[in-house]
């Protein structure tokens, strides 16, 4: 009864948030009287990029990060200062960190729905020229290396984000996350 009510708390606040950075009212976030609450909004949404079973909220938080990364890490009036540090530290880790998790399975189309909103969110985070110089370095460098990835897997994986089209990446980690058949 405790977890159905949760849930359906944390649906109807992830909603609430959706709203708001699409209907530009993003500025409502930043607001000087909200302020002091998106640190534990942030918190919230990356959990919620990773905590199933639920994986079309887990694509729901995706989209809101991807929403906040394009206002707050471009160069715009909304930009907040130091949030792309967040994005390549918090946000990157938990596209992976949703991938391995144990409820995710490429055989579930939503599985599939949020695999393309994850490649899109990375593919909009190096769109953004304040972004993009430090996001191949910081993948190839560190993020994929601590997690136990080969540097041939990394180079791979650093170009097909930045030369490759969205779904050539996609199709890549469907491909490394699918085991060999004997």
Same mark, same amino acid.
Not at 29 to 37: E, K, S
């Given at each position: 009864q405790?977890?159905r009510?949760?849930?359906?708390?944390?649906?109807?606040?992830?909603?609430?948030?959706?709203?708001? %950075?699409?209907?530009? @009212?993003?500025? /409502?976030?930043?607001?000087?009287?909200?302020? &002091?609450? /998106?640190?534990?909004?942030l918190? @919230?949404?990356?959990?919620?990029?990773?905590?199933? !079973?639920?994986?079309?909220?887990?694509?729901? *938080?995706?989209?809101?990060?991807?929403?906040?990364v394009?206002?707050? *890490?471009g160069?715009? !009036?909304?930009?907040? &200062?130091?949030f792309?540090?967040?994005?390549l530290q918090?946000?990157?880790? %938990?596209?992976?960190?949703?991938?391995?998790?144990?409820?995710?399975?490429l055989?579930n189309?939503?599985?599939?729905?949020?695999?393309?909103?994850? %490649?899109? @969110?990375?593919?909009?985070?190096?769109?953004?020229?304040? @972004?993009?110089?430090?996001? /191949? &370095?910081?993948?190839?460098d560190?993020?994929? &290396?601590?997690?136990? *990835?080969?540097?041939?897997? *990394?180079a791979?994986? /650093?170009?097909?984000?930045?030369?490759?089209?969205?779904?050539?990446?996609?199709?890549?980690?469907?491909?490394?996350?699918t !085991?060999?058949?004997?």
């Amino acid at each position: 009864q405790f977890e159905r009510e949760r849930y359906a708390l944390l649906r109807s606040y992830y909603g609430l948030l959706h709203s708001l %950075v699409h209907s530009d @009212l993003i500025g /409502v976030l930043t607001d000087g009287a909200n302020a &002091p609450h /998106v640190e534990a909004a942030l918190r @919230l949404l990356l959990q919620g990029c990773t905590e199933g !079973p639920d994986l079309q909220l887990q694509r729901q *938080c995706f989209l809101i990060l991807h929403r906040l990364v394009e206002e707050w *890490c471009g160069g715009g !009036p909304a930009a907040v &200062p130091g949030f792309g540090v967040f994005a390549l530290q918090q946000i990157l880790p %938990v596209c992976f960190g949703a991938l391995s998790a144990p409820h995710f399975n490429l055989g579930n189309a939503a599985a599939l729905q949020l695999l393309d909103t994850i %490649v899109a @969110l990375q593919k909009g985070m190096l769109a953004l020229p304040e @972004l993009a110089q430090q996001l /191949v &370095p910081y993948l190839r460098d560190t993020h994929l &290396p601590s997690l136990g *990835c080969a540097p041939a897997f *990394c180079a791979h994986y /650093v170009a097909l984000l930045t030369e490759g089209e969205p779904r050539q990446l996609r199709d890549f980690l469907q491909q490394q996350m699918t !085991p060999a058949r004997p």
